[in-house]
């Protein structure tokens, strides 16, 4: 079992193409001064001691050495010890909306951004529960499978986008009854769903799953998140908005909350609904009902021990550096007399 201890450097990738970006910006710029001094294979004739493919091999092993060093910052651990562990706890499990109107920006950074962020502090606070995950929009699918191993739902919560599923639209209707199926048929009192959306709902089956879990005596509690004025969708690429969603009028689409179909969906099952805000997304009001529900002994396997891995990853990028170092840029004396030679036979 391997594990990541600190992910959180793994936003320090994100570096790593800017300064792609920037290698090839400085290479181009470069080659076009040349280019002005006069003809290109001319002019660079008379640099002959510079080797452009000592510097793209220089700038690779940086790369590399840089992608070392953030791995052994998140420190790879290999677990190496496996225990039967006895815990009491709920099932929970999270119906997050992943549909094109949760990049509306009327939480910071947007609404899926924020929701995300709130349940990475949720999951710190669960202890002994068992957590899964299901993302939606007009389908749903199971993200995490339900599990004590928190850390791994903090990377699968990590990953989540707006691209994961295809079929736009918000089915909480489905997104409900992935979750009654993943449960299982034991007796529902000591399990619940978390459904976070904007409530835009386009499917008509969300009051009926809702009736299936009151059936079941599985909780929904429902968080919505968004305003209820509305806002437009960003069209963003690469991170960057680069206008706003359109309907086949040309009009400006607004998201709008809707909260009377999420508290609908809540009063169901004798669930709450928490309305979403920037200082507080509602998973601590979500918490303390959970907490009245009926806790069961749940068995699991874990591993209880860790071994630290980080030094390989530290000792490659060390390697990596250390001949980024030591290479020169200048064309060596074998090169540089093999092109003489080359010059003086044409």
């Given at each position: 079992?391997?594990?990541?201890?600190n992910?959180?450097?793994?936003?320090?990738?994100?570096?790593?193409?800017?300064m792609?970006?920037?290698?090839?910006?400085?290479?181009?710029?470069?080659?076009?001064?040349?280019?002005?001094?006069?003809?290109?294979?001319?002019?660079?004739?008379?640099?002959?001691?510079?080797?452009?493919?000592?510097?793209?091999?220089?700038?690779?092993?940086?790369?590399?050495?840089?992608s070392?060093?953030?791995?052994?910052?998140?420190?790879?651990?290999?677990?190496?010890?496996?225990?039967?562990?006895?815990r009491e706890?709920?099932?929970?499990?999270?119906?997050?909306?992943?549909?094109?109107?949760?990049?509306?920006?009327?939480?910071?950074?947007?609404?899926?951004?924020?929701?995300?962020?709130?349940?990475?502090?949720?999951?710190?606070?669960?202890?002994?529960?068992?957590?899964?995950?299901?993302?939606?929009?007009?389908?749903?699918?199971?993200?995490?499978?339900?599990?004590?191993?928190?850390?791994?739902a903090?990377?699968?919560?990590g990953?989540?986008n707006?691209?994961?599923?295809?079929?736009?639209?918000?089915?909480?209707?489905?997104?409900?009854?992935?979750?009654?199926e993943?449960?299982?048929?034991?007796?529902?009192?000591?399990?619940?769903?978390?459904?976070?959306?904007?409530?835009?709902?386009?499917?008509?089956?969300?009051?009926?799953?809702?009736?299936?879990?009151?059936?079941?005596n599985?909780?929904?509690?429902?968080?919505g998140?968004?305003?209820?004025?509305?806002?437009?969708?960003?069209?963003?690429?690469?991170?960057?908005?680069?206008?706003y969603?359109?309907?086949?009028?040309?009009?400006?689409?607004?998201?709008?909350l809707d909260?009377?179909?999420?508290?609908d969906?809540a009063?169901?099952?004798?669930?709450?609904?928490?309305?979403?805000?920037?200082?507080d997304?509602?998973?601590?009001?979500?918490?303390?009902?959970?907490?009245?529900?009926?806790?069961?002994a749940?068995?699991s396997?874990?591993?209880?021990?860790?071994?630290?891995?980080?030094?390989?990853?530290?000792?490659?990028?060390?390697?990596?550096?250390?001949?980024?170092?030591?290479?020169?840029?200048?064309?060596?004396?074998?090169?540089?007399?093999?092109?003489?030679?080359?010059?003086?036979?044409?």
């Amino acid at each position: 079992m391997f594990k990541f201890e600190n992910y959180i450097f793994f936003y320090a990738f994100i570096a790593l193409p800017m300064m792609v970006a920037i290698f090839i910006w400085y290479w181009l710029s470069l080659k076009r001064k040349i280019k002005k001094l006069g003809e290109y294979e001319l002019t660079k004739s008379l640099i002959p001691d510079v080797s452009k493919t000592k510097k793209a091999v220089k700038f690779i092993l940086l790369i590399f050495g840089i992608s070392g060093l953030i791995l052994a910052l998140c420190n790879l651990q290999s677990g190496n010890k496996m225990e039967e562990v006895k815990r009491e706890g709920a099932d929970i499990i999270v119906c997050l909306d992943v549909s094109n109107s949760m990049l509306a920006q009327d939480l910071s950074p947007n609404r899926l951004e924020r929701a995300k962020f709130a349940l990475e502090k949720m999951i710190d606070k669960l202890q002994g529960d068992r957590l899964g995950i299901i993302v939606f929009a007009g389908e749903a699918y199971v993200q995490l499978p339900i599990t004590t191993d928190y850390s791994a739902a903090k990377l699968f919560l990590g990953g989540i986008n707006t691209q994961m599923v295809p079929t736009q639209g918000t089915n909480i209707g489905a997104a409900i009854r992935k979750a009654l199926e993943s449960f299982g048929k034991d007796d529902g009192k000591n399990k619940t769903i978390v459904v976070i959306t904007d409530g835009e709902n386009h499917e008509p089956e969300a009051i009926e799953a809702a009736e299936e879990a009151a059936k079941a005596n599985i909780m929904i509690n429902t968080i919505g998140i968004g305003s209820e004025s509305g806002v437009p969708i960003p069209l963003v690429t690469n991170g960057i908005i680069g206008g706003y969603r359109k309907d086949k009028e040309g009009n400006t689409i607004v998201t709008k909350l809707d909260k009377t179909l999420l508290q609908d969906l809540a009063g169901k099952t004798n669930g709450i609904y928490v309305q979403a805000t920037n200082a507080d997304i509602g998973l601590d009001a979500i918490l303390d009902k959970l907490s009245t529900l009926d806790k069961k002994a749940i068995d699991s396997k874990m591993y209880t021990d860790y071994e630290d891995q980080f030094q390989w990853f530290l000792g490659l990028a060390l390697i990596f550096l250390t001949l980024e170092f030591f290479i020169s840029e200048r064309v060596s004396n074998f090169l540089r007399k093999l092109n003489l030679f080359k010059h003086a036979k044409a």
